[in-house]
């Protein structure tokens, strides 16, 4: 069974930085692609940047060159750093990770527990 864990969130005042991270933890799995989400009170979840395994990235539009999406493959890790954050970042932030689980033989799409971001002054 692979297990995600996020950490970094937390309170920052507009235009701070914060550093998210997602480890995935298991046995006999592969990880594919891995990608930060997030979603506000009442909206809708909201893809924010994705990571391939060749480390081609992409972001979602709003977030014009503010964050940079990471991972660490001999941790199991993405990262995502957010700098210049606004308060309309404030959202939960989740990781979804595609892996493949081997011993199961099945490709599966997980998300972490998700890690709470406030922009406020």
């Known amino acids: 069974q692979v297990q995600l864990v996020e950490s970094g969130g937390g309170l920052v005042q507009p235009g701070g930085s914060l550093r998210l991270s997602c480890a995935a933890s298991?046995?006999?799995?592969?990880?594919?692609?891995m990608a930060w989400y997030r979603q506000a009170p009442g909206k809708e979840r909201e893809r924010v940047a994705g990571?391939?395994?060749?480390?081609?990235?992409n972001y979602a539009d709003f977030v014009e060159g503010r964050f940079t999406i990471a991972r660490d493959n001999a941790k199991n890790t993405v990262h995502l750093q957010m700098n210049s954050l606004k308060p309309e970042d404030t959202a939960g932030y989740y990781c979804?990770?595609?892996?493949?689980?081997?011993?199961?033989?099945?490709?599966?799409?997980?998300w972490g527990q998700g890690t709470q971001v406030t922009v406020s002054s």
């Open positions: 298991g046995s006999r799995f592969s990880i594919a692609a």
């Open positions: 990571i391939t395994s060749g480390g081609t990235t």
């Open positions: 979804n990770v595609a892996l493949i689980d081997h011993g199961l033989g099945v490709s599966v799409s997980k």
